[in-house]
T-cell receptor
Framework: NAGVTQTPKFQVLKTGQSMTLQCAQD?????MYWYRQDPGMGLRLIYY???????DKGEVPDGYNVSRLKKQNFLLGLESAAPSQTSVYFC????????????????FGPGTRLTVL | ELKVEQNPLFLSMQEGKNYTIYCNYS?????LYWYRQDPGKSLESLFV?????AVKQEGRLMASLDTKARLSTLHITAAVHDLSATYFC????????????FGKGTKLTVNP
C-alpha cells in the first residue's frame, strides 16, 4: 500500500495563476482532508470530505475549492493564487468512525510545498 | 470555538533527561491525538487518546489525557537524540465530525 500520495511535491506559481493539488489514498478511507502548514501556526484545516461527493469547509477555506468525485481522490484547487497561499499543503485520510472503531487516526501524505511569487 | 494550546513551543534538553509537553484545549472533547513531524517530512501518528484517564506508552514517550481538566501531557523519559522532532497535539471538534484542531507544535531538540 502506498498510503496517501500527493502530487506535485513542489510547485512555484505566479500571483493570479491557478493550479490543482492532487491527493490519492489506497486505504479505502471514506474521510479525506486538506491542511496547510505555516511556520509557527501548526496545521489548519482547509476543507474536509466525509464521503465521495461531499465536502465541508474547514478553518481557512477562502481562496480554495475542492472536488471529491472519486472515493480515493481529493483535489484542492487554487483559482487565483496569492502570495498568502505560500505554504506546505498536507492531505490526510481516515477510516470510518464506526461505533466500535477506537484506534483510528488520520494518515498524512508527504506534502506539497507551494510558493506563490 | 475550539482552541488548542501547547507549551512549551520550543524545548532544548540533554540526553538522559526527562521532560513533559503540555496540551490544553478550550472546549469539551473526547478524542486527542499526538503526532510527530521530522524536519521536511510528513506527520506520523504517535497516540490516540479516547477517554478520561487514558494513558498510552511507546518506548520513551508516554501520553495521558484528563478530559475534566482539558489537558493532555506527553512525557519524555531519558531523552535520546532520535526523539528530536516537532510534536503536535490535535483535538477533535465535538460532534464526531472528525475535524481536528492542531496545536502550534513543540519543537524538541535533544542535545548529546
Amino acid at each position: 500500500n502506498a498510503g496517501v500520495t500527493q502530487t506535485p511535491k513542489f510547485q512555484v506559481l505566479k500571483t493570479g495563476q491557478s493550479m490543482t493539488l492532487q491527493c490519492a489514498q489506497d486505504m479505502n478511507h471514506n474521510s479525506m482532508y486538506w491542511y496547510r502548514q505555516d511556520p509557527g501556526m501548526g496545521l489548519r484545516l482547509i476543507y474536509y470530505s466525509a464521503s465521495e461527493g461531499t465536502t465541508d469547509k474547514g478553518e481557512v477555506p477562502d481562496g480554495y475549492n475542492v472536488s471529491r468525485l472519486k472515493k480515493q481522490n481529493f483535489l484542492l484547487g487554487l483559482e487565483s493564487a496569492a502570495p498568502s497561499q505560500t505554504s506546505v499543503y498536507f492531505c490526510a485520510s481516515s477510516q470510518d468512525r464506526g461505533r466500535w472503531t477506537y484506534t483510528d487516526t488520520q494518515y498524512f501524505g508527504p506534502g506539497t510545498r507551494l510558493t506563490v511569487l | 470555538e475550539l482552541k488548542v494550546e501547547q507549551n512549551p513551543l520550543f524545548l532544548s534538553m540533554q540526553e538522559g533527561k526527562n521532560y513533559t509537553i503540555y496540551c490544553n484545549y478550550s472546549t469539551t472533547s473526547d478524542r486527542l491525538y499526538w503526532y510527530r513531524q521530522d524536519p521536511g517530512k510528513s506527520l506520523e501518528s504517535l497516540f490516540v487518546l479516547l477517554s478520561n484517564g487514558a494513558v498510552k506508552q511507546e518506548g520513551r514517550l508516554m501520553a495521558s489525557l484528563d478530559t475534566k481538566a482539558r489537558l493532555s501531557t506527553l512525557h519524555i523519559t531519558a531523552a535520546v537524540h532520535d526523539l528530536s522532532a516537532t510534536y503536535f497535539c490535535a483535538v477533535e471538534s465535538r460532534g464526531g465530525s472528525e475535524k481536528l484542531v492542531f496545536g502550534k507544535g513543540t519543537k524538541l531538540t535533544v542535545n548529546p
